[in-house]
């Protein structure tokens, strides 16, 4: 269910009335959405929701409760700002509560498009018609995921902050296997407008890449030049962004802690080429311009020339250390060059050409270490050419790494939330074959 | 406001109903956790399903579902968080023209469950255009009226908060005490209030619980600038509060000092061990890389048997329907139908259900309307069946579904989920003790590390949360940077020794994740401490 504005303000204000807690912060989002799923060339589900969920927090001095809830009847609200209140006359104090925050000045963000709110079930059928449709075409087998969201998030407190925001986003997902089963292949668009999607243009990629994947060979094990196209990029590298909390490397149990005591904002610990930014108003990738504390979020650098330029700060360490609170990062933004893949594969002279990564989990928060296996085409690459597909690999090996050991930035696209360049690294660590196709 | 009027408005606020069923209690937070009487709940259930005949559905299913969830977060010695959340509301599923259809709402009146249903309805016919497998239902006899709880003993919502909030503030005080620098703890505890009835003329009342105790220690030395943690050897569990409190009655002493936990636990005691074993691993050996025979605890073995069996065995999976997400399974068709197709070794045994005792998995019945069961899925290593719901059950030519239909919520359609999956135990008397006596150069590995595997559950890679070197039948100390890496068939053919009954333990997980839109399942898997011989040891030490 989508609140305008002046909804959302009435029901906070309508919920701010009941509170007989010191302070009281509400937060409520709501989304519409609709999805359509195929698999073996036939549509298997498809959906389309509306939900809306409140969310209350009470405070008597440093104690807070909080309650969340769908039902928005006037008992039921009055329930949940109840109920937040009794969790907080029962919790203990915390003392590293922080004030909530008074009323704030945001810029107005780019997250919302009306085309792609107005989505419905016969376009999303449209897709998944002209995706299955090239599939078939080729006589291979199709299975792809379409979802489209408008949604919005308002907060509103007993200080007299208030913030609105509205947005739509979309994801196509597409894995095209060839119908012997020894090739697949993968695409993915994500957008925040209807001109974002194009099916059949994804799946056509992702036809491409699974006939150019049968017969894979066996290529041992070891550490390559590799080069990973925007989407394998996206997989692994913002991985890194879970690591950059300042009071955690301040703490000593962080990737960017110093060993004693401290972080390492400051120091060079990447290759002079990286640089990487967040910034909601970008308009490829628009994010939320404010926290859910109501904490306006501006463009941030995080890594310029290679040199660690800041890590997030919350609203109580930044007070414990005397600086800006400074918001999570969200929505990456890395700098590349101007080649395309092509270009980056023809100026390579032996590695491995890498288009998707799945299940990677942490192994050592320590050294940001990841595991993880290449899926959907594996190519070996050799004297500027693809020469042959092989087969999968599992890989031990670091985002930090990979920012230190850049042989090349290519063009950069977005995927997910990220705008990343695709990346010629050296020495990535592939430790073992999958059988996987 | 006076209680009596604010408890009319909460009537009146259950979708503009008058409730006199429901059992007020004298408190917010126990009005959370009251119960919409059965009564209202079979009426509005009726109402949807006579719609969506009406409407022209050959089969329909409703399912009428409370969410309540409560989570107490701390860090060292503050509260960090405590909420209460609840979701409610009415999905509904159709089938026309051999085409599943599936709408839901939030509006829980007998007007918004009539329209849900007939929007299914609509939504049924549209796709039954593009329909090129009609959905064929394996037979199940309408039950009637039913009702099944969770066995607990304490309902974990009526414990009041500070007596949780005093649990954990013992548990951080006394892991600091014993040498944490950090500590993050949380007690999680969720009741599904599920109401479901269909066509056949079932109607189950149900009412399901689970909950997970959970913290990390962490101990940094600024010398080095090296932390190393230790997470909780917890299970989350479908118990009650007992599950903190009769930890005398379920644990046993384990090898080099650590504590097994079967069916109740001891927060305190295991936060004080894991400080002490943190501290213990910045002096630990890092593991030379090779072959090892692994002694491999339920608290580690669980995930791996949930990787490589309990997901490569989903029937959905292995035809194709997850290709696009966590992709499809070497444990095709065509080995099943072979009846020789050697999973394990011989003493290797695994068993789908829905049944066991405090196992998160276990119901009285799916969101299909089956009644709950256990069937064989590799036997004596050999696959012999898939995991299905009543839609994939004619594929393998069974006469009924194994009941392992599920949906995370109101608002999502159910599909295949795991049961539980376990491991059946040795036949033969056998302890861990005795296991690593005959062991000669091997690791016991105790706990849920990093884990990953590949799009059709061929190559793995598990760690842990404690490591032992074993050398000539004893163990000679911790090891650290372990990690084990291997094939889902070699490795299960590796399996050499399974510990007896006795040993018998559960994990669990409480966000298994599959399906686009994504849902998150409860599950649990069942072992003894088992061998495996000749299995590859990584060193993750960068």
């Known amino acids: 269910m989508i609140l305008t504005e002046q909804q959302a303000r009435q029901l906070i204000d309508k919920l701010l009335s009941y509170s007989k807690a010191d302070d009281i912060q509400i937060t409520i989002t709501g989304s519409r959405g609709g999805n359509i799923r195929y698999a073996r060339n036939t549509v298997t589900t498809t959906g389309q929701t509306e939900n809306l969920q409140v969310s209350v927090s009470s405070v008597f001095g440093k104690r807070t409760g909080s309650a969340s809830g769908n039902e928005t009847d006037d008992a039921s609200l009055k329930r949940l700002v109840e109920v937040s209140e009794e969790i907080a006359r ?72 208030f913030a609105y925001n509205k947005s739509t986003s979309g994801d196509f997902t597409i894995t095209v296997r ?58 692994l590298l913002p991985m890194i962004l879970s690591a950059m909390d300042a009071r955690s490397a301040d703490e000593g149990r962080s990737f960017f802690g110093k060993r004693g005591s401290g972080n390492k904002i400051g120091e060079k610990l990447f290759d002079e080429r990286i640089n990487i930014i967040t910034d909601p108003f970008n308009s490829l990738n628009p994010g939320t311009p404010f926290t859910r504390e109501g904490l306006p979020v501006q463009k941030q650098v995080w890594i310029e020339n290679g040199v660690l330029k800041n890590l997030s700060y919350s609203r109580y360490w930044a007070a414990q250390k005397g600086v800006e609170p400074i918001p999570s990062p969200s929505g990456m933004i890395m700098s590349g060059g101007n080649k395309s893949l092509e270009e980056i594969i023809a100026g390579t002279e032996r590695g491995i050409l890498v288009h998707h990564l799945w299940y990677i989990r942490a192994v050592s928060a320590q050294t940001l270490l990841y595991t993880g296996l290449t899926r959907d085409g594996v190519f070996y690459v050799e004297d500027g050419k693809i020469k042959y597909p092989v087969k999968n690999f599992r890989f031990n090996e670091s985002p930090a790494y990979m920012l230190s050991n850049v042989l090349e930035l290519g063009q950069t696209a977005r995927v997910g939330n990220h705008i ?18 | 406001m006076k209680r009596k009027d604010f408890l009319q408005l909460s009537a009146f606020g259950l979708g503009g109903l008058l409730i006199p069923g429901i059992a007020h209690a004298t408190e917010p937070l126990r009005w959370m956790n009251e119960r919409l009487d059965r009564s209202i709940k079979k009426s509005l259930a009726d109402a949807a399903l006579e719609a969506a005949k009406a409407a022209g559905a050959t089969y329909a299913d409703v399912r009428i579902s409370r969410y309540l969830q409560q989570s107490v977060n701390t860090r060292e010695l503050r509260v960090q968080g405590i909420s209460n959340s609840t979701s409610y509301g009415v999905g509904v599923r159709v089938i026309v023209n051999g085409t599943w259809g599936f709408a839901a709402t939030s509006t829980v009146t007998k007007e918004g469950i009539v329209d849900c249903a007939r929007t299914a309805v609509a ?37 009041p908060i500070n007596e949780k909030v005093e649990l954990l503030m013992e548990v951080n005080s006394k892991a600091m005490e014993a040498g944490a620098g950090f500590i993050t703890s949380s007690l999680s505890f969720v009741l599904e209030d599920k109401y479901y009835a269909n066509t056949d003329g079932s109607y189950f009342d149900q009412e399901l619980h689970r909950m997970w105790p959970n913290f990390t220690v962490t101990v940094v030395d600024k010398t080095t600038g090296k932390f190393k943690t230790r997470d909780a050897l917890s299970c989350p569990i479908a ?18 000092g650590v504590m097994l936990y079967r069916y109740g636990y001891d927060m305190v005691e295991d936060a004080i061990l894991a400080a002490q074993q943190a501290k213990e691993k910045h002096s630990a050996k890092s593991v030379i890389p090779g072959k090892y025979d692994l002694v491999l605890d339920p608290s580690n073995l669980g995930l791996t048997i949930h990787e490589s069996i309990g997901h490569s065995t989903e029937l959905d999976r292995v035809l194709g329907y997850e290709a696009n997400y966590a992709g499809t399974s070497f444990a095709t068709l065509d080995k099943w139908e072979s009846k020789n197709f050697r999973f394990g070794s011989d003493i290797v045994n695994v068993f789908g259900d829905r049944k066991q005792k405090y196992f998160l998995n276990t119901i009285g019945y799916d969101d299909d309307g089956v009644p709950s069961k256990e069937w064989d899925i590799i036997k004596n290593g050999i696959l012999v069946n898939y995991q299905v719901t009543r839609d994939q059950a004619h594929i393998l030519n069974l006469k009924e579904s194994q009941g392992c239909s599920h949906a995370d919520s109101w608002d999502k359609v159910q599909f295949q989920r795991m049961p539980n999956v376990s491991l059946r135990p040795g036949k033969k008397k056998l302890s861990v003790q005795e296991m690593i006596k005959g062991v ?61 009954e006795s040993d018998y333990r559960c994990f669990g997980t409480f966000r298994d994740g599959k399906g686009q839109p994504g849902q998150v399942s409860a599950v649990s898997h069942g072992c003894s401490s088992t061998r495996f011989n000749n299995i590859n040891v990584l060193n993750t030490r960068a």
């Open chain 1, 90 to 161: 029962l919790a203990p104090e915390n003392p590293e509560y922080m004030p909530m925050l008074g009323p704030q000045q945001y810029q107005p963000s780019k997250t919302y498009s009306d085309d792609l709110a107005g989505m419905n079930p016969e376009m999303r059928a449209k897709a998944a018609f002209d995706s299955i449709s090239a599939a078939v075409k080729g006589k291979h087998v199709s299975a792809g995921y379409l979802e489209d969201e408008t949604g919005f998030i308002a907060i509103g407190n007993s200080k007299g902050l």
């Open chain 1, 178 to 235: 060839t119908s012997d089963d020894t090739g697949s292949g993968y695409a993915r668009q994500s957008f925040n407008s209807l001109s974002g999607l194009n099916a059949a243009l994804a799946t056509e990629k992702a036809i491409k890449v699974a006939e150019a994947s049968r017969g894979a060979r066996e290529l041992q094990p070891g550490k390559y030049t590799v080069i990973m196209d925007h989407i394998a990029v996206a997989d």
């Open chain 1, 420 to 437: 990343l360049p695709i990346m010629k690294i050296a020495n990535f660590n592939f430790t073992s074959i999958s059988d996987a196709i």
């Open chain 2, 123 to 159: 939504i049924a016919k549209a796709n039954s255009i593009l329909q090129k497998e009609p959905v064929i239902l394996a037979p199940q006899k309408g039950l009637g009226e039913k009702s099944w709880k969770t066995p607990i003993e304490k309902n974990p919502f009526d414990i």
């Open chain 2, 239 to 256: 118990r009650g509060y007992e599950y903190l409190t009769s930890a005398d009655k379920e644990k046993m002493q384990g090898p080099a």
């Open chain 2, 440 to 500: 000669e150069n091997g690791i016991y590995i105790l706990g849920r590390g990093s884990y990953s595997i590949d799009h059709q559950r061929y190559n793995f890679q598990f760690g842990g949360q404690l490591f032992y070197e074993i050398k000539n039948g004893q163990i000679t100390g911790m090891l650290e940077d372990v990690a084990y890496q291997s094939n889902t068939q070699e490795f299960w053919n590796s399996c050499v020794q399974i510990c007896d």
